[in-house]
């Protein structure tokens, strides 16, 4: 949770400027209102005080705060394709097999252009590693880590999103 801090305490003034509220008697003053911000953005704040003469029908005075705000462009986060187990081309001879059959079919006729060949090629080798290779997931980065443990892992996160 976010700890937020009353501004109008933090900046020095005259009395008249401190206090947010009068009694109905007229001589008993006090600071009961306040400007709360997030504690993360409380030095975007220039200066607040309260203004006792502003006529606003309240036994309250009028709490003003000047801010600085710096405007950020947002980025987009870039999504990242999953990997593909390319590993398997030459440990796996069915995946290669297959991989062979696909790109051998469409790679027949090629067109005349060396530009136009080269994207028919990258084309035709992507299709193909998409549709027959195996997409990445959770692959180990320690050589300690085992299967049972990758499952484990996997257990717990889902057991975290099921919690939320």
Partial sequence: MAR??????WFQHHPRRLW??????????????YITVNQRFRNCIVHAKCYPGADC?????????????????AIPRKR????????????DKNVREKFQ?????????LPDGVDEKFEVLCQTLTDAAEKVIHKQ????????MTDEILLLMEDRRLFKQDTR
């Avoid at 937020?4 to 305490?9: D, F, K, P």
């Avoid at 947010?20 to 209102?33: A, V």
Wanted: cysteine-free.
């Fill in 57 to 73: 029908n309240s036994d309250h005075v009028l709490v003003v705060s000047y801010i600085r705000v710096k405007l950020k462009k």
């Fill in 80 to 91: 990242v394709k999953p990997r593909l187990k390319i590993r398997l081309l030459w440990e």
């Fill in 101 to 109: 059959q696909e790109t051998v079919s469409k790679l027949i006729t």
């Fill in 4 to 9: 937020s801090s009353g501004l109008n305490t």
């Fill in 137 to 144: 997931t959770g692959e180990k980065k320690q050589k300690w």
């Fill in 20 to 33: 947010t509220r009068k009694s109905p008697d007229g001589k008993t003053r006090n600071q009961i209102d």
